[in-house]
């Protein structure tokens, strides 16, 4: 068998899988089922928030396994999340229809705004949900194909690859700001409707989506670990550790480190689709550079290079985020999540699920090393 | 092209590698045979790091061929390609992958299919196995064998790479200063271990020890400059009086 299932689901794996799957049936259960008076009902604007913190985790998750595993530092992941919420946005504006402002059955309501007399090709197939499916793992794993190509093949590393991958989000959302870019501008795509035939607003609906997000995060994890504790996954870490030692060996580093950002930067589409219903809205200051190092930040403190820290990471200083934001600490909130950075980079390296990870592999040696010590005193 | 096709399992003519006007190699040709060992001597800056580099297509040289098996061009392949095409090396400092345990560090290096699809889907074979097995008891390692390779001395790690080099099963093994801070008897084992080696692999061996060299009584070549002072037995090379000039310094 390729994917031996004790290897890739160890038990802390179980034990993350579990949890997912007890939040998707959970959440959503405690909103639907229970009436408004009783004091374990789930609002429905809660439901939609963690499904929001769902989407960022799964985008964490991607993040993790390019950086965490192969050292690929993407600072643009943002773009490919906006561009599976685009695409995700489109075939929910053509689903409106004639319910728009300026009813017209083909245009959504920015374009007949903006004097659009016929609809743009590229728009062309979104009505359809599977054609919308496909576009939101194709758009985001081809711009990524495409530019690591580039990227990896005149093996630009490090820093320098950092910054063009902001530096690509940063033209994209420059282009996403024109009005003529085809994608509403500044005010995006919002107002929507319906998805499948149900309403996006409605109860339901919200409790579907958040369960499809745990579904989506739980799958990502299962692709990822089966990736990361293959050979494939040894190989990752080997180019991350010393990519030149991984060429000399006849590794052709190029085509792995191709392969798993375009992987991941389909994830990130996928967590961008899920995204965009729970918010309502997509704009283009989802590009925004600021976006990219915040996931990043994410992922440190939850510990890179352990999968569940990257998922623990994003819903902590979410839910941090929310809190401080709502209140009157709002204003420093920027402060506070740098100054979480370098706190986390200073004092806790390994990121929270790392270091514990890390403690208890040295309880494991200390107490390898007793009872070895034991068995030879015995010997003697 | 025409490159002149010769018996030598590596042929380097009139070679010259320049970095910013700095001539690191200097029209260096070079000859090894099929099954020899050669150890390279000579100074520090020499260009013998460098010659490394050029052969393992790290570095583009400006000038001259490099030629693997009578007709092989090597400076027009990447790392990768001459890996694969049975070219070994082990650096000079020593680099293992930290992180991986011994074990895991055999595997990666274990002479298997490179590509991407097939390590996703790769399970050990029994045979395999039994290699790294006798791999680990080679380099002395079986008791280390699940431990990260960060964690190991440094001689261990220099016996390590070695391992890592013949699980690539190479036809030529390019070796960088194996026993750079290793204890006399480490220093031993290791003359003995690449001596082993060399019954059915061409080696290469670049050394400032001296009893090592002596130890491993090989043809020398000494380098100075990045093009050849002086070739023949290490009796004659270390008699050469340019030698003692540059190199022994007395
Ligand atoms: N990448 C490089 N850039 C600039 N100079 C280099 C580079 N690599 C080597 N050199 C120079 O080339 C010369 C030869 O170096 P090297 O081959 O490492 O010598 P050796 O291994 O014989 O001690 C040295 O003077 C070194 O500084
Ligand atoms: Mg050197």
Redesign the interface.
Known sequence: ??F?LIRVLDRSSLVFLALVAAAAVIVPALNLLLPETSPLHVPTYLVALFGKYVCYALLALSIDLIWGYCGILSLGHGAFFALGGYAMGMYLMRQIGTRGVYANPILPDFMVFLNYKELPIFWYGFQSFPYALLMIVLVPGVLAFVFGWFAFRSRVTGVYLSIITQAMTFALMLGFFRNNFGFGGNNGLTDFKDILGFNVQAQGTRAALFAASCVALALGFVICR??VT???G??L??IR??E??????????E??KL?VFTLSACMAGVAGALYVPQVGIINPSEFQPANSIEAVIWVAVGGRGTLTGAVLGAILVNYAKTTFTTGMLAPYWLFLLGGLFIAVTLFLPRGIIGTFNHWQQERLAKRDAVSSEAATRAAE | MDIRTTTSQLYLDNVSVSFDGFRALNALSLAVEPGEMRAIIGPNGAGKTTMMDVITGKTQPDEGDVVFEGSIDLTRLDEANIANLGIGRKFQKPTVFDMHSVEDNLVLAIAADRRARANIKWTETPDEKSRIDRLLETIRLTPARGRLAGSLSHGQKQWLEIGMLLAQEPKLLLVDEPVAGMTDAETHQTAELLKEINREKTVIVVEHDMTFVRELGVKVTCLHEGSVLAEGSIDQVSANERVIEVYLGR
Do not use: E, H, N
Request: hydrophobic share 50%; proline share 4%.
């Open positions: 068998m390729a031996p089966a990736l293959s050979k494939f040894k190989v870490v080997a550790d010393a030149s030692r991984t060429r000399f060996l006849g590794y052709r580093v085509s792995y392969f």
